[in-house]
């Protein structure tokens, strides 16, 4: 049985994920689809619901991204957001115009009396954000307004007999105090939901729909340890068992006991595990490089061919197995697209003709909803949380020629740090260590040294596009310092990166 959905129209607002994602928080499912999606598609989904997005446009002008007209004919609920909610005023009788001032930020909405369902339990002012440059001047005939700003008269407005709603603040940021509590009503007291969404259910959706699509077949997954595929592997190992073979493929940069850790979860479960040691092979394949992009085209190349060499020993496999989430499904624009993505994100496979289909288990969902699954699949928190950690691995930390001594170095500065920062509890999206080229005069014992200098890293980020550095504590940071130097043979000097993105990026190559 196919779940409730609702359907996030995307008229080019930034918040169109977590849109998504807060109506999936509150046990509906939603699904992203672009503004002009034909009303066919439209209706294919049996949508109780449709929310528009905000957008960068403004409605009169004549390129602006529009819906389709019949969409306000289906008798479904709408919500529309900030250009959502103009766009529909604006398609449906009323006027939109340039405010006289702008509105920016954390607002103060006064709520009118007027039993607005998507307001109930909710009275008087209330914290929201706002963010735009136009707003509805006159009222579509039916809509009434729910509430006003300062400078923004029809801050919600709705038309209750044919179930339109319209907020000119976002309800889906953190910095509208309660709207989450609006988001539920809406879906809950407008659109009727029942709540039939949970990961329980993807789960035995998921499994029974593998099942029926792979038959007795074999399946071949690329398995990097990272969230995505150690989840795929998991969620297919339950369905499928045997038939699963997981490639790993060892490229020899990994952090400090990563590779056995991995192996030691997935030999464990009922799948055929294979994995493969190229690290000589990839170490003398970059040996000498010290261009940042030619090390991660070489080490793509070689990963392509790994993966492939050992794919060909179980030529009786029919399917390739891929961890591809919703939002790469989102970004890539196209909804079913048989691109091959390599896990390791080094090159990307190119097609296997011999493969009769792929399998994605993972591409309705979000990565915390991933991660939520992985959770139910019995994962341990070492996967389920792990960090970003980029295909090439340790060799773009590496900054210049990548040698054995300077990974064993890398490697143990870089666990050190790890577990410094996990024990002071520090909140912070990613972190690691980085070996810089850069070789010093220090003073160790009565001694004169020639050695490393580790730079640390630790970022501050939402969606890893921008970042702050993190503030750590000085004492955190001695404390890694001290035990680096005293530690790690061949490093005399630590350094803390506090670049932001942009001018830097998170990772040093
Ligand atoms: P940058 O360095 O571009 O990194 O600010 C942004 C995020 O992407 C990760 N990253 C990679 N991930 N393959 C990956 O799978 C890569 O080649 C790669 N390069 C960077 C990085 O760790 C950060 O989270």
Same mark, same amino acid.
């Given at each position: ?87 529909? *005023? ?8 340039? *405010? ?36 509805? $001047?006159? #009222? ?12 923004? #008269? ?32 809406? %879906? ?7 709540? &039939?969404?949970? @990961?329980?259910?993807? %789960?035995?959706?998921?499994? !029974?729909?593998?099942?029926?699509? /792979? ?29 699963? /073979? ?13 590779? !056995? ?54 030529? &009786? ?16 624009? =196209?909804?079913? $697209? ?70 064993? /170095? ?25 070996? $810089? &080229? ?5 003073? @160790? ?12 890293? =630790? ?51």
């Amino acid at each position: 049985m196919k779940n409730e959905t609702v359907i996030i129209l995307d008229f080019g607002g930034q918040y169109k994920q977590l849109i998504a994602r807060r109506v999936r928080e509150q046990n509906v499912y939603s699904v992203i689809l672009p503004c002009d999606a034909s009303i066919e598609t439209i209706k294919a989904y049996n949508p109780i619901g449709i929310i528009f997005t905000g957008g960068p446009n403004a409605v009169y002008m004549p390129d602006s991204p529009m819906c389709s007209a019949q969409i306000y004919l289906l008798g479904i609920p709408m919500l529309g957001i900030c250009y959502g909610m103009q766009l529909m *005023c604006h398609m449906l009788g009323g006027k939109v115009e340039s *405010c006289v001032s702008s509105e920016y930020g954390q607002t103060q909405l006064e709520l009118k009396n007027t039993g607005c369902p998507i307001f109930k339990e909710l009275s008087g002012s209330q914290t929201v954000l706002m963010s735009h440059t136009d707003m509805v $001047t006159k #009222l579509p005939e039916g809509f009434i307004s729910a509430a006003n700003t300062a400078s923004c #008269l029809n801050a919600a407005v709705y038309d209750e007999k044919r179930s339109f709603y319209g907020v000119q603040f976002h309800p889906e940021v953190e910095e509208t105090k309660r709207g989450k509590e609006i988001l539920h009503n809406f %879906l809950y007291e407008v659109c009727h939901a029942s709540g &039939d969404y949970s @990961m329980d259910d993807y %789960l035995k959706t998921t499994v !029974d729909e593998v099942r029926a699509k /792979i038959g007795n077949e074999k399946v071949i997954l690329g398995l990097s340890g990272g969230v995505d595929s150690s989840v795929c592997a998991a969620i297919l190992s339950k369905a499928i068992g045997e038939q699963l /073979i997981c490639i790993f493929v060892d490229h020899g940069f990994m952090r400090k006991n990563e590779g !056995d850790e991995i192996e030691s979860v997935f030999s464990k479960r009922d799948l055929k595990f294979v994995r493969v040691d190229a690290s000589e092979r990839f170490l003398s394949a970059i040996s000498g490089i010290s261009d940042p992009e030619k090390k991660r085209k070489t080490i793509g190349r070689l990963f392509v061919e790994v993966f492939e060499e050992q794919a060909s020993k179980f030529n &009786d496999a029919k399917f390739l197995a891929q961890g591809t989430i919703y939002p790469d499904v989102i970004e890539s624009g =196209a909804n079913h $697209t048989a691109t091959i993505k390599s896990h390791h994100n080094v090159g990307g496979l190119p097609e296997h003709t011999r493969f009769s289909g792929i399998v994605e288990p993972l591409r309705g969902l979000f990565k915390d909803e991933v991660r939520n699954l992985g959770r139910l699949l019995g994962l341990p928190d070492f996967l389920v949380n792990r960090q970003p950690f980029p295909g090439p691995g340790l060799a773009i930390r590496i900054i210049g020629e990548i040698t054995r001594e300077k990974l064993d /170095i890398l490697r143990d500065a870089d666990a050190i740090f790890r577990e410094e920062m996990k024990r002071s509890r520090v909140k912070a999206s990613q972190y690691f260590a980085v070996l $810089t &080229d850069l070789k010093s005069v220090g003073v @160790m014992g009565d001694f004169r040294t020639y050695d490393y200098t580790v730079a640390l890293r =630790a970022v501050k980020t939402n969606d890893f596009m921008t970042c702050e550095y993190a503030p750590l504590s000085h004492k955190l940071l001695k404390k890694v310092s001290s035990r680096i130097t005293n530690e790690v043979k061949g490093v005399n000097r630590i350094v803390y990166d506090i670049t932001g993105k942009p001018p830097a990026t998170i990772e040093w190559e």
